[in-house]
């Protein structure tokens, strides 16, 4: 029996260990917010790239707003402090990259059920409305945020962790996101990863159903879902006549706008003709985001289509 | 609570321990609490049925005990089994039926008076009625005696970790065992343990991660190439196994740690070479209870129409399994191809084995190989009919894996590569416990370090590559 429990005991005794050296390191700051603030910085720099959802999920949870960003990257591009200086919303962003909208509906879901949502700004294209675009990492996060023993005890903590503990023992940078690669190289992949989604693109009926049910939701709940096509570059927009998907287009653009506000920006036009507006086909510069923001949030219409669905 | 929630990670180490200093004697009623506690916990209703099943069984196998002539027994046995089976006829069937009936009289534009009735199947209801079945007939049979202790009866019928989706266990087996005082032996709870971990490898690192891929796939049927189906569907055959291995393995391990011993429910069945073999791998607890109550008394009294009759009880038999899977046309097709596929074997058995013994082929590699990938692609394809929603759905695939075959298949990229890295190391001891059992020991090795270096590896691809969050093994459903 002794035996027994000795074994046990020093089996156990790694996971301990692990666990102590996770709940001092608090690399999503579960447990408090983070008060030194290098080692923030380096929590921003690593936990955040680990694990957006959670990291966004638990920040969101200790200081909820009523305005909420959902989608992927390009409306991860969309910075928080320049709504205020247009708009004076308080708006939190809860995109990530290679958010699907699967993603956004789980955290819809989430946070609509936890906080008082007053107005949504969701990113949307014909990339991620895709019926084969079912990428789930929304779910597994929130599990993880529920449960203090899948917190301590799950990939993310553990490599956000362990990374954390790398650059403070051997004083490194890391930097989990820069591409490896030159810049038209790294347009080109973008380009390519864009075929990928288009060819194995089908009419997404589930999303279709799930979305309705979000817009009555909205409506009975007085929260304004303002749908927003950000602008890709030419070179995107060729690809989905390339993969003879126009027509799929446009009823993309008839589904949002039967959801709720629309702006489209996705179009042949100054922004998007322009290649020095983006870093890469998909991703637009700092000075488009300002003019996003700046039209989404005035309503002051210079670049997008609009359509209201009050009209 | 399911095996894979945190509740249940809480629940089993505090009953493992109140189990082991409870005085021997009354460890039965320790177990009984704790698998009333953890069904209720599930719905707190469903342990009502439970209780009239087990109030049932328990009356009249008294009665049979006590009966003077065998007619006496046999009547018992059937209104026994008639009352067990009502619940689940109800639960189970009822809205199959009634929906059947529905729509046949309205395409004849005839109203059906009763409304549509929306019932929630209670969870291991299939699994429990049939253990309940398997006692009565035994009792009735004389292979064994009556439990006079109706709380041991109430165990057997609703412990924990069988409740929910089997072993179909045995009252032969597990009668005896809840009555002796076990001491507690740590080579047992350790070999418990060890069956848990790599249950809960299969579940979550392999099964609910292929399940992505798969439900990714047969969730938009109408949207996906023939390619795509054909890889979803292999993919299914994985996933089912490893969904429903994992879980056996987790509930036999749970078992063992509280000292109970329960029967094998799978059996590397992918190495198989034929689809008999595949039979004796694959729910081994089902298929060997079939055996006993469905097929063997029907093949003994169909023994006049010779191998036409074998042939009669294997369909009628898998008939029974499909029904038993569930009320839809899908699980019967299903079944049935299972016993056409058995019923063409047992023809041709005999002129089989003679010509593989004349070549030879059993000892060539090429031939294993062979029949077992042609065993898979039987069983893969024959799982289309339980995977899809319903008939059209299913003949919608199969329609489109011949139209659109030669396709690039849906890919994603993080699904596909860590369910690969799954499925490739179940497959790799798998491919080791058949062919070489008693080499490269892992679980087993002798050297300490080799051993807690193979635990530690599992346990940190459980929580690495593992998906959490989904509660549910497929076999819930039946």
Known sequence: MIKFAIKSLIFVLPFLILITIEVIIDPFNYFSEEKDKKLQEKKEDISLKTNPYLYKLIKYDRDPCSIIILGDSRMDLLLTSKFETYSKEKVSNLSIGGGTVQDAIEIFRYVSEKHDIKKIYWGMSIESYSGTRLRNRATPSIEIKNSLLLYLLNRYTFSATMLICRTMIFNEQIDLSKPPVSKEVFWQDQLDLCSRYLGNYSYPENYFHDLKKISADCLAKNIKLVFVLPPTQLDLQKKIHEFKLDEEDKRLRVDLESFGDVYDFNYPNTITTDKSNYNDPFHFKESISNIIIQEISTNQIKYSKFTSITK | ?478
């Open chain 2, 1 to 478: 609570m399911g095996f894979n929630s945190l509740n249940f990670l809480l629940f089993f180490p505090l009953l493992a321990v109140v189990y082991y200093i409870t005085p021997a004697k009354f460890r039965w009623l320790t177990l009984l609490v704790a698998s009333y506690f953890f069904y209720i916990n599930i719905k707190p209703v469903f342990a009502l049925l439970v209780a009239g099943v087990t109030l049932s069984t328990f009356i009249f196998t008294r009665l049979i005990d006590n009966a003077n002539t065998e007619s006496g027994k046999r009547t018992y046995m059937v209104i026994n089994i008639l009352l067990i089976l009502l619940p689940l006829f109800f639960f189970k069937y009822f809205t199959s039926i009634n929906n059947g009936i529905f729509a046949l009289l309205e395409s004849h534009n005839i109203r059906w008076p009763l409304p549509e009735i929306k019932l929630l199947l209670p969870v291991g209801i299939s699994f429990y009625t049939f253990m309940a079945i398997g006692y009565t007939v035994d009792v009735c049979n004389e292979s064994i005696k009556s439990e006079k202790n109706i709380g041991i009866l109430a165990l057997f019928l609703s412990f924990f970790p069988l409740i929910l989706s089997g072993p179909i266990e045995r009252a032969k087996n597990m009668l005896p065992q809840f009555k002796t005082s076990l001491k507690l032996d740590f080579t047992i709870v350790k070999q418990g343990m060890k069956m848990m971990l790599w249950g809960y490898f299969m579940k979550l690192v392999v099964a609910d991660r292929i399940g992505i891929y798969v439900d990714a796939v047969y969730g938009n049927i109408s949207q996906h190439n023939g390619t795509s189906l054909i890889v979803a569907s292999f993919l299914y055959s994985i996933q089912l196994y490893a969904d429903f291995g994992g879980y056996s393995l987790i509930a036999i391990g749970t078992a063992k740690i509280l000292g109970i011993n329960v029967m094998q429910n799978f059996k590397r069945p992918f190495f198989s070479i034929s689809m008999s073999e595949f039979w004796r791998r694959w729910h081994i607890s089902l298929i060997s209870w079939l055996t006993d109550y469905v097929y063997t008394p029907l093949s003994f009294s169909f023994r006049r129409f010779k191998i036409w009759g074998i042939v009669l009880a294997i369909m009628i038999t898998f008939f029974l399994s499909g029904i038993w899977h569930g009320a839809t046309l899908t699980f019967i097709v299903w079944g049935l191809i299972q016993g056409l596929f058995l019923s063409i074997e047992a023809l041709t058995n005999k002129k089989r084995t003679l010509f593989e013994s004349k070549y030879s082929l059993n000892r060539r590699i090429w031939f294993i190989v062979l029949s077992c990938s042609f065993t898979f692609l039987l069983f893969s394809a024959s799982l289309v009919f339980s995977r899809a929603k319903d008939l059209s759905d299913a003949l919608l695939i199969y329609s489109k894996i011949f139209s659109s075959m030669l396709q690039m298949p849906y890919r994603d990229g993080y699904t596909m590569l860590y369910s690969f890295i799954g499925f490739g190391i179940l497959f790799l001891k798998e491919f080791m416990d058949e062919y070489y059992p008693d080499k490269f020991l892992l679980f087993e090795n002798k050297n300490i370090i080799i051993r807690w270096l193979t635990y530690y590896f599992v346990i940190f691809l459980i929580l690495y590559l593992g998906v959490f969050g989904q509660e549910k093994f497929i076999y819930f459903q039946f």
